[in-house]
């Protein structure tokens, strides 16, 4: 009897002492992922608004480190969040909201720069795909990294005024003869300054995308045999 | 080795403000796999820290509530094209494989597309120009003007010696130990099959005939299998209906004739003779009418260019003959 009192005893005592999940996510995010599954289950449309509201400022933000435009961010990530749910992503969603929708965002940027920035092989660009269940990859996310990285390089190191009239250009929504009157240029002159952004980024990226789609041959070769 | 990062360095690594070595420990560890939940984890804390801007949230959220609206409303394919311009999305496991069977289909495409070319040797004459041609197995082949052969450019297969011949040849087989068949296809449905022989065979979109001077030839015709056997001196013309006539005891040297550079004409119609020239030397011949046309002339000429040789029967028929651009009129005097 009294033997059995103590093994039960010793048994408790572990359960309680052990660190149970040393290397998952802190409780209080645990709680937030399961809560968010949980009125995704019940209501999806109220899922999406909550995600939505937690996500959707830092996405935007990442995503202009890539497209260097207010509009075109917000647009992006947007239509991420759309699919998202029109998809029903969320029913069978196996990594974290985060990575995620990060990673989607991240894709969703990298494909609209490769189209806009980028002469790639019209075949792979032709092709029509629904949303990415995007599968961890390593090197794409390095890149995707070096991509944004590059994009801030290239848009720092323009000429002053050229740099303004981008950003203002694209971040504060202003039409070229709006930033022509405020800078006291011709519209003309703000022509040439963007034009000459972008061009700028377009040979910037060109060695990006050389990289790129070799590593995506590369690696469809490795792992389709 | 386990590799680890502090924040403040996966900040700057974030902001483009570190230094090579710090680049390359970062990259370290993003490419372990354990740390993608903490890169993700640490990247969304760095854009709420540091905004790139401000967007409006609310009214962001409104448009996207009022789209998923519009979608369940609509069916499917109707909200593809509901929205503005939306970006695709990319998956990329589909797209590789997208993209390896495009790779795969363009290779074996264009190897399709090239079979011809890569398997078979082409011969072709211009017009108004004949030419020998030797083949491996010791045959001979006279091509006439505006003709090709295609014989297989890596030998012949074990079973037979196959050529295509459109136009206008004569053949002179030579027999092999093997007795090895030797076919001349004109199409699908026409074909000659000898051992050794002398025939020529006529293959223009006008008609098709072959006419035997030695040894002996079968035809295989039309998709049902039939055949005719031909006799030195046959002549054998397909008809428009599809069938073989063997026209018995023939001139067949005189269809030949155009090795020399010679025209044996019997009683030949002005609208043969006009087809011949178009088909041999390229030149449209157009008759002014009907009499002209059915007139025939007997007689044999020798001449290297249509020119001389429609000025000879012009004069002999009594034609006027005249050119405009690069076709040739004939019409009565």
């Given at each position: 009897?009294?033997?059995?009192?103590?093994?039960?005893?010793?048994?408790?005592?572990?359960?309680?002492?052990?660190?149970?999940?040393?290397?998952?996510?802190?409780?209080?995010?645990l709680?937030?992922?399961?809560?968010?599954?949980?009125?995704?289950?019940?209501?999806?449309?109220?899922?999406?608004?909550?995600?939505?509201?937690?996500?959707?400022?830092?996405l935007?933000?990442?995503?202009?480190?890539?497209?260097?435009?207010?509009?075109?961010?917000?647009?992006?990530?947007?239509?991420?969040?759309?699919?998202?749910?029109?998809?029903?992503?969320?029913e069978?969603?196996?990594?974290?909201?985060?990575s995620?929708?990060?990673?989607?965002?991240?894709?969703?940027?990298?494909?609209?720069?490769?189209?806009?920035?980028?002469?790639?092989?019209?075949?792979?660009?032709?092709?029509?795909?629904?949303?990415?269940?995007?599968?961890?990859?390593?090197?794409?996310e390095?890149?995707?990294?070096?991509?944004?990285?590059?994009?801030n390089?290239?848009?720092?190191?323009?000429?002053?005024?050229?740099?303004?009239?981008?950003?203002?250009?694209?971040?504060?929504s202003?039409?070229?003869?709006?930033?022509?009157?405020?800078?006291?240029?011709?519209?003309?002159?703000v022509?040439?300054?963007?034009?000459?952004?972008?061009?700028?980024?377009?040979?910037?990226?060109?060695?990006?995308?050389?990289?790129?789609?070799?590593?995506?041959?590369?690696?469809?070769?490795l792992?389709e045999? | 080795?386990?590799?680890?990062?502090?924040?403040?360095?996966?900040?700057?690594?974030?902001?483009?403000?570190?230094?090579?070595?710090?680049?390359?420990?970062?990259?370290?560890?993003?490419?372990?796999?354990?740390?993608?939940?903490?890169?993700?984890?640490?990247?969304?804390?760095y854009?709420?820290?540091?905004?790139?801007?401000?967007?409006?949230q609310?009214?962001?959220?409104?448009?996207?509530?009022?789209?998923?609206?519009?979608?369940v409303?609509a069916?499917?394919?109707?909200?593809?094209?509901?929205?503005?311009?939306?970006?695709r999305k990319r998956?990329?496991?589909?797209r590789?494989?997208?993209?390896?069977?495009?790779?795969?289909?363009?290779?074996?495409?264009?190897?399709w597309?090239?079979?011809?070319?890569?398997?078979?040797?082409?011969?072709?004459?211009?017009?108004?120009?004949?030419?020998?041609?030797?083949?491996?197995?010791?045959s001979?082949?006279t091509?006439?003007?505006?003709?090709?052969?295609?014989?297989?450019?890596?030998?012949?297969?074990?079973?037979?010696?196959?050529?295509?011949?459109?136009g206008?040849?004569?053949?002179?087989?030579?027999?092999?130990?093997?007795?090895?068949?030797?076919i001349?296809?004109?199409?699908?449905?026409?074909?000659?099959?000898?051992?050794?022989?002398?025939?020529?065979?006529?293959?223009?979109?006008?008609?098709?005939?072959?006419?035997?001077?030695?040894?002996?030839?079968?035809?295989?015709?039309?998709?049902?299998?039939?055949?005719?056997?031909?006799?030195?001196?046959?002549?054998?013309?397909?008809?428009?209906?599809?069938?073989?006539q063997?026209?018995?005891?023939?001139?067949?040297?005189?269809?030949?004739?155009?090795?020399?550079?010679?025209?044996?004409?019997?009683?030949?119609?002005?609208?043969?003779?006009?087809?011949?020239?178009?088909?041999?030397?390229?030149?449209?011949?157009?008759?002014?009418?009907?009499?002209?046309?059915?007139?025939?002339?007997?007689?044999?000429?020798?001449?290297?260019?249509?020119?001389?040789?429609?000025?000879?029967?012009?004069?002999?028929?009594?034609?006027?003959?005249?050119?405009?651009?690069?076709?040739?009129?004939?019409?009565?005097?």
């Amino acid at each position: 009897m009294q033997d059995i009192i103590t093994k039960e005893e010793q048994k408790q005592k572990n359960w309680l002492l052990d660190p149970v999940y040393p290397n998952k996510p802190q409780p209080r995010e645990l709680d937030a992922a399961l809560f968010l599954k949980k009125t995704f289950e019940e209501e999806p449309c109220k899922g999406l608004e909550l995600l939505f509201r937690r996500f959707y400022k830092p996405l935007c933000s990442h995503a202009a480190r890539f497209v260097y435009s207010r509009q075109i961010a917000e647009d992006l990530v947007s239509e991420v969040f759309f699919q998202f749910y029109r998809t029903k992503a969320y029913e069978n969603i196996s990594s974290s909201y985060t990575s995620y929708l990060f990673r989607s965002v991240r894709n969703e940027c990298y494909t609209y720069m490769q189209r806009e920035f980028g002469r790639m092989n019209s075949m792979e660009s032709s092709t029509e795909e629904t949303l990415s269940d995007t599968r961890p990859q390593p090197d794409a996310e390095m890149h995707y990294n070096n991509l944004f990285l590059k994009v801030n390089d290239v848009i720092g190191k323009l000429p002053a005024q050229c740099q303004r009239v981008f950003l203002m250009s694209r971040f504060e929504s202003k039409k070229y003869h709006e930033i022509a009157q405020e800078l006291q240029i011709s519209p003309k002159t703000v022509e040439v300054h963007i034009s000459r952004a972008l061009k700028h980024l377009r040979t910037a990226l060109h060695d990006e995308w050389m990289i790129l789609s070799l590593i995506t041959v590369l690696s469809s070769l490795l792992l389709e045999p | 080795m386990k590799t680890s990062i502090s924040k403040y360095t996966f900040f700057e690594y974030l902001s483009g403000r570190s230094n090579p070595l710090e680049k390359q420990l970062v990259m370290e560890w993003i490419s372990k796999p354990e740390n993608t939940e903490t890169f993700y984890e640490w990247l969304l804390q760095y854009e709420t820290l540091s905004p790139q801007f401000l967007p409006d949230q609310e009214k962001a959220i409104e448009s996207l509530l009022q789209r998923i609206n519009l979608d369940v409303d609509a069916d499917a394919d109707y909200a593809e094209t509901a929205g503005t311009v939306y970006v695709r999305k990319r998956t990329y496991p589909v797209r590789r494989i997208l993209f390896l069977a495009a790779s795969v289909l363009l290779t074996v495409g264009a190897g399709w597309w090239f079979r011809d070319p890569l398997i078979y040797k082409t011969y072709q004459t211009g017009y108004g120009q004949t030419t020998d041609i030797f083949l491996e197995d010791g045959s001979k082949v006279t091509l006439n003007a505006n003709s090709s052969l295609r014989v297989p450019r890596f030998g012949f297969s074990s079973d037979a010696r196959e050529v295509f011949l459109s136009g206008e040849g004569e053949f002179t087989v030579s027999h092999t130990v093997d007795n090895k068949r030797f076919i001349v296809k004109t199409s699908e449905k026409f074909q000659v099959e000898v051992l050794g022989t002398q025939f020529s065979v006529f293959a223009r979109p006008r008609g098709t005939k072959v006419a035997l001077t030695s040894g002996s030839v079968r035809i295989d015709y039309d998709s049902n299998r039939r055949e005719v056997m031909m006799e030195p001196g046959d002549l054998a013309v397909l008809d428009k209906k599809g069938e073989v006539q063997l026209e018995k005891n023939q001139d067949v040297q005189t269809l030949v004739s155009w090795k020399e550079q010679r025209y044996v004409f019997d009683g030949t119609s002005i609208n043969d003779i006009a087809s011949m020239v178009e088909e041999n030397f390229g030149i449209p011949v157009a008759i002014a009418d009907e009499e002209t046309r059915l007139r025939t002339i007997t007689g044999n000429f020798k001449t290297k260019n249509a020119d001389e040789l429609l000025k000879t029967i012009s004069e002999a028929l009594n034609l006027k003959m005249s050119v405009s651009g690069d076709s040739i009129l004939l019409s009565p005097n």
